[in-house]
């Protein structure tokens, strides 16, 4: 009777494991949801006429052979409506031409996800696997936190100078014999884009600088204080008063409400927006090592040219959720 009840337990080890890890993996994927429920939805949505408008201009921009431009026209359309089969397999071929294979493939996938009945789902599965046989080792995905009630997603840290030099192949930081985590810096505005278009090739998502409202959204954590985090600097920033003259690694102060690290001090962090609309400077916001307590302050905003590289400019990365 023992081994009788030993191997019904086996067997159900073996029904049902499986079938668990399946939906875990699933579940760790919120695309998931947006596919599931766009199969079941009967009547299919419409798309939008914003959605429309980014379609017609990123069609114009292929005919140009701006393909870039053409791929971030859809991006902002699937932001809009992250169900949009065609907006999905229009973007993996774009993707595709420009060798951003990972991208490339992800977009197809999810293309499959939400049309896995349509009639050339075989030929999509074959270029998945050309592009798979071109791509590259994968890269490693940075550790991401989600904001409260909000579709958008922050880094849990800066980007580091290990970060950095895998993608890049290089490490441009003054600090370079910090610590790999510790913050990559001496970095323009410029060679943050760089490295994220390389890293979203890189990884299949879409990464990207945040806009000041994410940013300070995020900072605050929750809760309106001096710095972000609090309004004890010493507990969550490195500043010119306690650094000791240099970067630190990531991680070691306090985070803020929403779990997100070094939001005030250690480096200036790029944004993805202007400062105004009569320059081209970009803003950095979050002070930096060796900055006054003042100069750290979580409404701070910075100014600076986008090709300016400092020992104090670093940056964060964020991403839209579907």
């Known amino acids: 009777m023992k081994l009788l009840h030993t191997l019904l337990a086996i067997i159900v080890i073996l029904i049902f494991v499986p079938a668990f890890a399946a939906d875990t993996a699933n579940k760790s994927d919120p695309f998931q ?89 075989r030929q999509v ?40 030099q895998e993608v890049m192949g290089s490490n441009p930081s003054h600090f370079g014999t910090c610590a790999d985590t510790c913050p990559v810096e001496s970095v323009s505005w410029n060679d943050a884009q760089e490295f994220i278009q390389k890293l979203n090739a890189g990884t299949g ?10 940013w300070e959204y995020a900072c605050y954590g929750g809760s309106q204080t001096e ?48 400062y105004d609309n009569e320059h081209d400077w970009r803003v950095p916001r979050g002070g930096a090592w060796g900055d006054r307590p003042q100069n750290e302050r979580a409404a701070l905003r910075g100014a600076s040219g986008p090709a300016n590289r400092s020992s104090s400019l670093g940056f964060r990365l964020a991403r839209t959720l579907p």
């Not at 490693?140 to 936190?145: K, L, N, R």
Request: proline share 7%; hydrophobic share 35%; net charge negative.
């Open 33 to 121: 949801d947006v596919a599931a429920q766009y199969r079941a939805a009967d009547p299919k949505p419409q798309l939008p006429e914003e959605v429309r408008r980014y379609r017609v201009q990123a069609e114009f921009m292929v005919k140009q052979n701006q393909f870039q431009q053409a791929a971030d026209l859809y991006a902002k359309g699937i932001g809009l409506a992250p169900w949009w089969p065609q907006g999905h397999y229009d973007r993996g071929i774009i993707l595709g031409e420009l060798k951003q294979y990972r991208a490339a493939i992800q977009e197809m996938q999810r293309y499959v996800a939400l049309v896995p009945n349509a009639p050339d789902v």
């Open 205 to 214: 998502n879409q990464y990207r600088l945040p806009t000041e409202a994410e």
């Open 227 to 274: 710095y972000c985090g609090g309004n004890d600097i010493d507990a969550v920033a490195w500043h010119g008063g306690n650094s000791n003259g240099t970067t630190h690694p990531v991680g070691q102060k306090q985070p803020n409400g929403y779990g997100l690290y070094d939001m005030s001090g250690s480096v200036w962090e790029w944004m993805e927006n202007k």
């Open 125 to 164: 599965q074959d270029q998945i696997y050309q592009w798979e046989s071109v791509s590259g080792p994968e890269l490693a995905a940075p550790e991401m936190i989600r904001i409260p009630g909000k579709n958008y997603e922050m880094g849990k840290y800066l980007v580091t100078q290990k970060e950095w």
